[in-house]
């Protein structure tokens, strides 16, 4: 009788996942990035942390940034961040799991305003 009953919770908790998953949807409004300097100077220019938060109760991947006309004098990641002409792909397209926050630094002459582009 025990085994029976955790066999039909088991499958409720199943359903209910899988119904929720499907319900879940991300915007480009769920991905808050926040910008800092962080005081240090790097080739003469002044450095900046980013932080790209998933705001999303839900799992987001292939997140892509406008870098239109972005420019850094430090190195930065290509796992992390990835120029390909006026777009960066971040995280190497990889999931970002929900409420997950990922940084990078940069360092240029002034802060660059970084945008989700799609998802």
């Given at each position: 009788?025990?085994?029976?009953?955790?066999?039909?919770?088991?499958?409720?908790?199943?359903?209910?996942?899988?119904?929720?998953?499907?319900?879940?949807?991300?915007?480009?409004?769920?991905?808050?990035?926040?910008?800092?300097?962080?005081?240090?100077?790097?080739?003469?220019?002044?450095?900046?942390?980013?932080?790209?938060?998933?705001?999303?109760?839900c799992?987001?991947?292939?997140?892509?940034?406008?870098?239109?006309?972005?420019?850094t004098?430090?190195?930065?990641?290509?796992?992390?961040?990835?120029?390909?002409?006026?777009?960066?792909?971040?995280?190497?397209g990889?999931?970002?799991?929900?409420?997950?926050?990922?940084?990078?630094?940069?360092?240029?002459?002034?802060?660059?305003?970084?945008?989700?582009?799609f998802?």
């Amino acid at each position: 009788m025990a085994a029976q009953i955790f066999k039909l919770f088991m499958a409720v908790i199943l359903t209910l996942c899988l119904f929720a998953e499907g319900m879940c949807q991300c915007s480009k409004d769920d991905l808050k990035i926040t910008q800092s300097a962080t005081g240090t100077v790097i080739a003469g220019k002044p450095e900046y942390k980013v932080d790209v938060l998933n705001a999303c109760p839900c799992t987001q991947s292939s997140i892509t940034l406008d870098c239109h006309g972005f420019q850094t004098v430090e190195d930065i990641d290509p796992a992390i961040l990835a120029k390909n002409g006026d777009d960066c792909l971040f995280n190497n397209g990889s999931p970002i799991s929900p409420f997950q926050k990922i940084f990078f630094y940069y360092a240029w002459d002034s802060l660059f305003t970084f945008k989700p582009v799609f998802l």
